[in-house]
């Protein structure tokens, strides 16, 4: 097994730029999220799928930001324009899902890409 | 919403020294506790974790407790050695539609040798 697949790796932009982060989720895996990391605010939900379903986007910081997820086995997370402040390591991870009403499943996180915007 | 609260925020012990890391949480509907753990440069990855009918769980050094009544549930490290040295994560989570996890602060481990 693969793991989460995250690309890029790194990305340095500058401001005003648009920015486009991609996760492949594990094969068979029916929830996905995507997390920033950052110092002072620590590791936030950003936002969550279900069967390719956005369920919870509150945790998006504000319209600039935008997920979408086409099919099972891809999800982008965009950023447009990019800001100096939405520097961060963005995760992307995935869960197997609700099973049979069973309680919430492991999250797998991705590598990350470890953002900065100049 | 859910709450989790993370206590240290940095933990520093000798080698040999057993580790403990406690966390609250404020929603009595979580019934899954996972914690994780942080290298440097790397994603959170998932070392031991507990469900609500649990009240203890066990894996080599490592041990989890929860205490449902008071919504605690701490990490125990025993025997610690350098290679623990991370961040570590405790979670709650709960069906809501989805699996909406709520994480705490984290706490920096150093294991001294």
């Known amino acids: 097994d693969a793991g989460v697949i995250q690309s890029p790796r790194h990305e340095v932009t500058e401001m005003g730029q648009e920015v486009t982060l991609r996760c492949k989720p594990i094969?068979?895996?029916?929830?996905l999220f995507w997390y920033r990391q950052t110092m002072m605010r620590g590791l936030e939900l950003l936002i969550y799928?279900?069967?390719?379903?956005?369920?919870?986007d509150s945790g998006m910081p504000e319209d600039r930001f935008s997920a979408k997820m086409p099919n099972a086995s891809f999800s982008t997370l965009k950023i447009q324009p990019s800001e100096p402040r939405d520097s961060a390591v963005y995760f992307c991870?995935?869960?197997?899902?609700?099973?049979?009403?069973?309680?919430?499943?492991?999250?797998?996180f991705g590598p990350g890409t470890r953002l900065l915007v100049l | 919403g859910e709450n989790v609260e993370q206590h240290p925020s940095t933990l520093s012990v000798q080698e040999g020294d057993s580790a403990v890391i406690k966390c609250t949480y404020s929603d009595s509907a979580s019934n899954y506790f996972p914690w994780y753990k942080q290298e440097l440069g790397k994603g959170p990855q998932l070392i031991i974790d507990i469900r609500s009918n649990v009240g203890e769980k066990k894996d080599q050094r490592i041990a989890v407790t929860l205490n449902k009544t008071a919504k605690h549930f701490s990490l125990h490290i025993t025997e610690t050695q350098p290679e623990d040295s991370a961040v570590y994560f405790c979670a709650a989570s709960m069906i809501t539609g989805g699996f909406k996890t709520i994480f705490g602060a984290g706490t920096r481990l150093f294991v001294k040798a």
């Open positions: 799928f279900n069967n390719n379903v956005p369920i919870d």
């Open positions: 094969s068979g895996h029916n929830s």
């Open positions: 991870a995935s869960s197997r899902g609700e099973l049979a009403g069973g309680p919430g499943e492991t999250q797998y």
